[in-house]
């Protein structure tokens, strides 16, 4: 029996989503789009999750798009990449960067063209010692997508963008954490186990001020000074009007640990 290419876990507030094509090292078709998409929809409906953590099945995390969904036979019209884009890619990234809550990455293994751009868009992304991420397009002479020409200047500085763009090289786990464009590198045995930890961490955090501090955070990149503190203004007003804060400040002043619901 054919497994679904996306495997959707929920327990205790944390979202577990494996992409699950490993003979095809997770590289993405149009099925595992929409399943994906559908997955996303459930944990933005599910009031109780708290927390998103992506991850791969098999050997890699994820190849980026499968070639072999593509026809480009010299005997038959080239396929129009621009709406896969704009049908597929796009509106995944907007999702992932648009959920109110945490979004965590293991990357397992390999993270290449979009699965490298998908790994590094998440909040927070943690990677196996023998992972890699690689920026494969100019090697098919395309141009990197699912946001990549945008990601790759603010986690890595715009002259390792241009080389890993333009060069297409492999870069390690441990040299993707010391040019600052993941969170932290482990040991592969320790990934999950890391990985889980920060998101059951996160299952029991002030979800909407969390969600708050994202969208202050993606607005720094295009706002000015004076926008970004009123942003801030703004912002905080909402998050004082949380059950959260209420629940954060009586903890304070009662000295314990506080009960936060992600109200």
Same mark, same amino acid.
């Given at each position: 029996? /054919?497994?679904?290419?996306?495997? %959707?876990?929920?327990?205790?507030?944390?979202?577990?989503? /494996?992409?699950?094509?490993?003979?095809?090292?997770?590289?993405?078709?149009?099925?595992?789009?929409?399943?994906?998409?559908?997955?996303?929809?459930?944990?933005?409906? &599910?009031?109780?999750?708290?927390? !998103?953590?992506?991850?791969?099945?098999?050997?890699?995390? #994820?190849?980026?798009?499968?070639?072999?969904?593509? +026809?480009?036979? $010299?005997?038959?019209?080239?396929?129009?990449?621009?709406? +896969?884009?704009?049908?597929?890619?796009?509106? %995944?990234?907007? +999702? !992932?960067?648009?959920? $109110?809550? $945490?979004? =965590?990455?293991?990357?397992?293994?390999?993270?290449?063209?979009?699965?490298?751009?998908?790994?590094?868009? #998440?909040?927070?992304?943690?990677?196996?010692? +023998?992972?890699?991420?690689?920026?494969?397009? #100019?090697? !098919?002479?395309?141009?990197?997508?699912?946001?990549?020409?945008?990601?790759?200047?603010?986690?890595?500085?715009?002259? *390792?963008?241009?080389?890993?763009?333009?060069?297409? &090289?492999?870069?390690?786990?441990?040299?993707?954490?010391?040019?600052?464009?993941?969170? *932290?590198?482990?040991?592969?045995?320790? =990934?999950?186990?890391?990985?889980?930890?920060?998101?059951?961490?996160?299952?029991?955090?002030?979800?909407?001020? =969390?969600?708050?501090?994202?969208?202050?955070?993606?607005?720094?990149?295009?706002?000015?000074?004076?926008?970004?503190?009123?942003?801030?203004?703004?912002?905080?007003?909402?998050?004082?009007?949380?059950?959260?804060?209420?629940?954060?400040?009586?903890?304070?002043?009662?000295?314990? /640990?506080?009960?936060?619901?992600?109200?």
């Amino acid at each position: 029996m /054919t497994q679904p290419s996306i495997l %959707l876990e929920i327990d205790q507030g944390v979202a577990l989503l /494996t992409l699950n094509r490993p003979d095809n090292l997770n590289s993405f078709n149009v099925e595992m789009h929409e399943r994906m998409r559908d997955a996303i929809s459930t944990v933005r409906k &599910d009031e109780a999750v708290r927390v !998103l953590v992506i991850t791969g099945s098999g050997r890699g995390f #994820c190849a980026g798009q499968d070639l072999s969904d593509r +026809s480009v036979s $010299p005997d038959q019209e080239m396929p129009d990449l621009g709406a +896969s884009l704009e049908n597929y890619y796009n509106p %995944l990234m907007r +999702s !992932l960067r648009d959920l $109110p809550m $945490p979004v =965590l990455c293991a990357v397992n293994g390999v993270a290449a063209g979009a699965g490298a751009n998908i790994a590094l868009s #998440c909040d927070i992304t943690l990677a196996a010692r +023998s992972a890699s991420f690689v920026q494969a397009f #100019c090697k !098919l002479g395309l141009v990197p997508d699912s946001g990549g020409t945008w990601t790759l200047p603010r986690v890595a500085g715009m002259a *390792r963008a241009k080389g890993m763009a333009l060069l297409g &090289d492999k870069i390690g786990a441990e040299q993707a954490e010391s040019w600052g464009m993941i969170w *932290r590198c482990v040991d592969n045995e320790q =990934l999950m186990e890391e990985t889980m930890k920060l998101a059951r961490h996160f299952a029991t955090q002030p979800t909407k001020g =969390l969600a708050l501090i994202k969208r202050a955070l993606h607005a720094s990149a295009s706002n000015t000074f004076e926008e970004q503190i009123n942003l801030e203004r703004d912002l905080q007003r909402m998050a004082g009007q949380t059950e959260d804060y209420r629940e954060g400040v009586a903890a304070f002043m009662e000295k314990r /640990t506080p009960n936060f619901k992600g109200k």
